[in-house]
T-cell receptor, first 114, second 111 residues
Framework: KQEVTQIPAALSVPEGENLVLNCSFT??????LQWFRQDPGKGLTSLLLIQSSQREQTSGRLNASLDKSSGRSTLYIAASQPGDSATYLCAPKRRETSGSRLTFGEGTQLTVNP | NAGVTQTPKFQVLKTGQSMTLQCAQD?????MSWYRQDPGMGLRLIHYSVGAGITDQGEVPNGYNVSRSTTEDFPLRLLSAAPSQTSVYFCASSYRQSPLHFGNGTRLTVT
């Protein structure tokens, strides 16, 4: 059974800092991995999707890397802003045929202070 | 674009009552799923579907039923509500390799 761990559970930083969120998973036989953002009282929004054949994926100030063999992914946020405050979750997907069946970590709650 | 629409947004039930949580998507996605989110336990998969007429159990299926008669709709039925089913329920959809799209959730309280 896939288990996903996210460290740290919570993070508070001043505006402008670069930061790294960590995700580890126990079963390295994954098809892809997604990073999501969740604002309080809202659903999850997909930020980045990395295929198992990729090493990293970038979108604006966000960069996600994947080391499948070691069961790790990191989300790098550059020049953080108060609007980045949210909970960030990672979710590996085991197989292409597993539909929308993902395993989620509990997330990292990020607060960016002005 | 509407994306994934869940209704209702909030619901209070008494123990033993039944109800259906609605989920509809307008993106012609093959894959749909239901998750519940609880503090300290993250998101857990209840049921999922890889196409119309095809459903399967996830990690925590007990007490819930699903059906998928159309591509667009994937309702979740609570057969006899219990306090342990108090949670926030999310419906999600995707198309093969595409990112997962989530609805805004249904917050359910069972008293």
């Amino acid at each position: 059974k896939q288990e996903v761990t996210q460290i740290p559970a919570a993070l508070s930083v001043p505006e402008g800092e670069n930061l790294v969120l960590n995700c580890s998973f126990t079963d390295s036989a994954i098809y892809n991995l997604q990073w999501f953002r969740q604002d309080p009282g809202k659903g999850l929004t997909s930020l980045l999707l990395i295929q198992s054949s990729q090493r990293e994926q970038t979108s604006g100030r966000l960069n996600a890397s994947l080391d499948k063999s070691s069961g790790r992914s990191t989300l790098y946020i550059a020049a953080s802003q108060p609007g980045d405050s949210a909970t960030y979750l990672c979710a590996p997907k085991r197989r292409e045929t597993s539909g929308s069946r993902l395993t989620f970590g509990e997330g990292t709650q990020l607060t960016v202070n002005p | 674009n509407a994306g994934v629409t869940q209704t209702p947004k909030f619901q209070v039930l008494k123990t033993g009552q039944s109800m259906t949580l609605q989920c509809a998507q307008d993106m012609n996605h093959e894959y749909m799923s239901w998750y519940r989110q609880d503090p300290g336990m993250g998101l857990r998969l209840i049921h999922y579907s890889v196409g119309a007429g095809i459903t399967d159990q996830g990690e925590v299926p007990n007490g819930y039923n699903v059906s998928r008669s159309t591509t667009e709709d994937f309702p979740l039925r609570l057969l006899s509500a219990a306090p342990s089913q108090t949670s926030v329920y999310f419906c999600a959809s995707s198309y093969r390799q595409s990112p997962l799209h989530f609805g805004n959730g249904t917050r359910l309280t069972v008293t």
